[in-house]
T-cell receptor, first 113, second 118 residues
């Protein structure tokens, strides 16, 4: 069926190193791919998103890449800091179903000083 | 943070109780959503309202009943729930451009209601 797979489920990195989270999707009509960060006990918050007509987008230490042919997209966090510790969720629209986002299962990122 | 608010933040109820969750958005958006977040599972979309009309009901059991009286308010009425319904229920809102082929605008989440069904 239609789903979004996210890997890894947990990721431990040393402060200052890079973190990469990968997601794959199955619906070739998906055209919007947001990433959310959820700190413990808090709401998910959008950190970056990418639309299907763009291959890469960067915002300071965070970047997202999209490969539509392979149907995968990745989140890259450089120079990680302890405050980057959180659960990160990727999502993709389900075809042209307006407003319908399908989420990955999440990646628990732990940045150790 | 006052963009999207939810009440109550925590709720404990028995299987025979009737309760309601409330969501309010102060962002001027015209679309609202209910999601269920269970431990170690992806966020599950339950309902979508656009311009106060329900446009999505993602095979949710009838013991969950949504209501959207206007574009700023969204309710989730609960009755005869099961213990497996215990989860964090998140509300979100976004701006619907009205064109299905246009990627949706960002969804902003509320803080959630932590529901425990005994």
């Amino acid at each position: 069926g239609e789903n979004v797979e996210q890997h890894p489920s947990t990721l431990s990195v040393q402060e200052g190193d890079s973190a990469v989270i990968k997601c794959t999707y199955s619906d070739s009509a998906s055209n919007y791919f947001p990433w959310y960060k959820q700190e413990l006990g808090k709401r998910p918050q959008l950190i970056i998103d990418i639309r299907s007509n763009v291959g890469e987008k960067k915002d300071q230490r965070i970047a997202v890449t999209l490969n539509k042919t392979a149907k995968h997209f990745s989140l890259h966090i450089t120079e990680t800091q302890p405050e980057d510790s959180a659960v990160y969720f990727c999502a993709a629209t389900l075809g042209d179903s307006w407003g319908k986002l399908q989420f990955g299962a999440g990646t628990q990122v732990v940045v150790t000083p | 943070e006052t963009g999207v608010t939810q009440t109550p933040r925590h709720l404990v109820m028995g299987m025979t109780n009737k309760k309601s969750l409330k969501c309010e958005q102060h962002l001027g958006h015209n679309a609202m959503y209910w999601y269920k977040q269970s431990a170690k599972k992806p966020l599950e979309l339950m309902f979508v309202y656009s311009l106060e009309e329900r446009v999505e009901n993602n095979s949710v059991p009838s013991r969950f009943s949504p209501e959207c009286p206007n574009s700023s308010h969204l309710f989730l009425h609960l009755h005869t729930l099961q213990p497996e319904d215990s989860a964090l229920y998140l509300c979100a809102s976004s701006q619907d451009s009205g064109r299905a082929i246009t990627p949706p605008d960002t969804q902003y989440f509320g803080p959630g209601t932590r529901l425990t069904v005994l």
